[in-house]
């Protein structure tokens, strides 16, 4: 299947896997395995991007795949998401379609709106129904311990860590 087909029919949360139709190399040729493993691979679709038009740039409307998390003693420390074209030349293939009776987490992003998590429904999910969504666009996010002003940075912008601790 083409990416535009991905975006017209696939629901937000499918497993999808895309690839270029190369064979992949042997782990010996390290450069080309990586180029590889970037041209190939399995992610959840967790948006997609309408085309957006500005005064200097056209973009494409394009699918954002969330291919993994990098955590630390149950922290999630990393995200890894790509996002891909309409127009690539990829190929993509729905492995896995949310079943039925899943509880989807969306968090509305500017007009339209992102998968944060889905699971089944049982007890569990009342509650992340019930649980406020992060808010968005937020820097404010400190608050005052010890004499010290502590903040985090979340959407560009805020006060690094280091001129925080000036100011106090």
């Not at 200097?56 to 996002?83: D, F, K, Q």
């Not at 379609?97 to 500017?110: K, Q, T």
Request: aromatic share 4%; net charge positive; proline share 7%.
């Amino acid at each position: 299947m083409f990416a535009h087909i991905i975006y017209d029919i696939a629901p937000l949360g499918a497993l999808i896997r895309y690839s270029d139709g190369a064979p992949k190399p042997p782990a010996r040729f390290a450069k080309k395995l990586v180029a590889w493993e970037r041209r190939n691979g399995l992610g959840r679709l967790v948006r997609k991007e309408p085309p957006r038009e500005r005064a200097a740039y056209c973009a494409p409307a394009s699918i954002v795949l969330n291919e993994g998390r990098l955590a630390s003693s149950s922290v999630i420390l990393v995200t890894v998401m790509r996002e891909h074209s309409l127009d690539s030349d990829l190929r993509y293939e729905i492995v896995e379609r949310p079943a039925i009776g899943m509880v989807r987490v969306l968090l509305p992003v500017g007009d339209n709106l992102e998968l944060l998590q889905s699971r089944r429904q049982s007890g569990g999910g009342r509650t992340v129904a019930r649980q406020k969504p992060p808010r968005q666009g937020s820097d404010r996010g400190g608050h005052r311990r010890r004499g010290r002003r502590r903040c985090c940075r979340r959407t560009g912008g805020g006060v690094s860590r280091a001129a925080a601790h000036r100011r106090s």
